[in-house]
């Protein structure tokens, strides 16, 4: 399927990847940034990160040059806190919530400060938590993503052995290869993994795929406690006519491949449609256009008021020339010699509102026709309701249900993340490992 006379040069490649968000150049440049922070007590940017970092705190570090000191404010509340300088949507979160907003006027760059002291830290490999002594435990968390990793750490500092299975051959999980090359490189999720693990009492072992290499009930006999933390990953289907022609794919393989291979071995189509609006169907869109699509069209049933990713994402995308076709909702992809060459989709409008409170899109009978080579489908993930079922967890449709406790219905098996609120933010799944660790704990402790 790859179009070879659109290909691009080495050179090309790399402007079209390198980083949309690049730090500050110079000390300086940070230093006038930080200064503009009002230091607001009860600070509604804190209020609005899901770990809770304390930004007034490590934004103040960095005016008084205390680097390190900042470091340790955002890596305390989210251990993850480098990658996700880089790939939060902080438009809705901390930035978002920066009391400038109301004074129309620009935020204070919260993200790219806190780049500034993570890549520090990461870069220089500076120890900044102690281990306690062993105490005795051994847990096993499934998943080397955000929320497994973070629920490691924490249970690493306490004293407790964490064995990691990861059914990939590296951790990071989403990080690693689910999310466009131009925000986060594999390099420096490596960086960031090893600088977890460096605390000491983790160990990652790797092409351990739940339920085919391991099993929970041997990790219950095996472990005092498990933690699940395996995500999401299964592509939602279209289930319409065509879906399996030559040039169908889903997001989730394509942002893999990128994130797995060189640019130039990736199969990219000269005419693309991705179906969806969500954060995966943007990245799909800018990434096919940064590979050397001539034209690609993003698909969606409903309206711009509706769309699941922010204006940020959005406008990413429109710079890249990519084009947007609202309230359309695929029907069937028409194929000649096995090969698809057209999307058919239903005209919509909008009704009355679904249970989500959003306006239900309702079919006018009208169709409209785009010729395409390529259709990358991205209208959503799906849980793995099979895995659930097979090891006897609750769920609902495939997500863990969880107490407040964040424990599963098998006594000493916890989960968290997306896995069990069915995909959200990276940070959100840091905060759920930080919520796994300390019930742990506490389970841990109840039957010493």
């Known amino acids: 399927m790859s179009i070879t006379n659109n290909r691009l040069t080495p050179s090309a490649y790399e402007q079209n990847f390198s980083d949309i968000h690049p730090p500050f150049e110079t000390r300086d440049a940070a230093l006038v940034e930080a200064n503009r922070c009002l230091f607001c007590y009860d600070a509604p940017c804190m209020k609005s990160c899901p770990t809770g970092i304390d930004v007034p705190k490590f934004i103040k570090q960095i005016t008084t040059d205390n680097i390190r ?104 999980g989403l990080m690693t290869y689910g999310i466009a090359a131009y925000k986060v490189t594999p390099e420096f999720c490596q ?105 690609v069209t993003l698909v969606y049933r409903r309206t711009e008021e509706e769309m699941p990713c922010t204006e940020e994402e959005l406008s990413i995308a429109k710079q890249d020339g990519c084009g947007i076709t609202w309230l359309a909702s695929p029907k069937e992809i028409i194929g000649v010699n096995g090969k698809a060459t057209q999307l058919i989709c239903n005209r919509m409008q909008l009704g009355e509102p679904d249970a989500g409170g959003r306006r239900s899109p309702v079919d006018t009978g009208e169709t409209i026709t785009l010729e395409v080579d390529m259709v990358i489908k991205a209208a959503g993930q799906m849980p793995f309701e099979t895995l659930a079922n097979n090891d006897h967890l609750a769920n609902n449709n495939g997500k863990l249900l969880i107490s407040d406790q964040c424990a599963t219905n098998i006594k000493g098996v916890f989960a968290g993340g997306d896995c069990v609120n ?11 490992g930080k919520d796994g660790a300390k019930a742990i704990l506490r389970y841990l402790q109840l039957t010493t």
Not at 112 to 124: G, H
Request: hydrophobic share 40%; net charge negative; aromatic share 6%.
């Open 422 to 432: 069915g995909g959200k933010e990276v940070v959100d799944a840091v905060q759920a």
């Open 69 to 172: 000191g900042s470091a340790h404010t955002i890596l305390s509340a989210n251990i993850m806190g480098g990658g996700c300088s880089k790939v939060c949507p902080v438009e809705k979160l901390c930035e978002g919530a920066c009391v400038y907003n109301l004074m129309d006027e620009e935020a204070i760059p919260i993200a790219k400060l806190q780049r500034y002291s993570t890549e520090k830290a990461i870069a220089q490999k500076w120890k900044l938590f102690e281990r306690k002594p062993g105490n005795g435990k051994k847990v096993a968390v499934v998943g080397a993503g955000p929320a497994g990793l973070s629920c490691a750490h924490g249970l690493a500092r306490e004293g407790t052995e964490v064995t990691i299975y990861e059914k990939e051959s590296k951790g990071g």
């Open 191 to 295: 960086e960031e993994l090893d600088y977890i693990i460096s605390i000491g009492g983790i160990s990652v072992i790797y092409k351990q795929e739940l339920g085919k290499d391991i099993t929970l009930d041997t990790l219950c006999k095996e472990y005092d406690a498990v933690y699940l933390g395996f995500g999401v990953g299964l592509a939602r289907q279209l289930s319409i006519p065509g879906e399996h022609l030559d040039g169908v794919v889903d997001a989730i393989r394509f942002i893999y491949d990128i994130r797995t291979n060189a640019y130039a071995q990736v199969s990219v189509g000269d005419k693309v449609a991705v179906i969806g609006m969500g954060m995966t169907a943007i990245d799909a869109a800018t990434q096919a256009r940064r590979l050397g699509a001539k034209e």
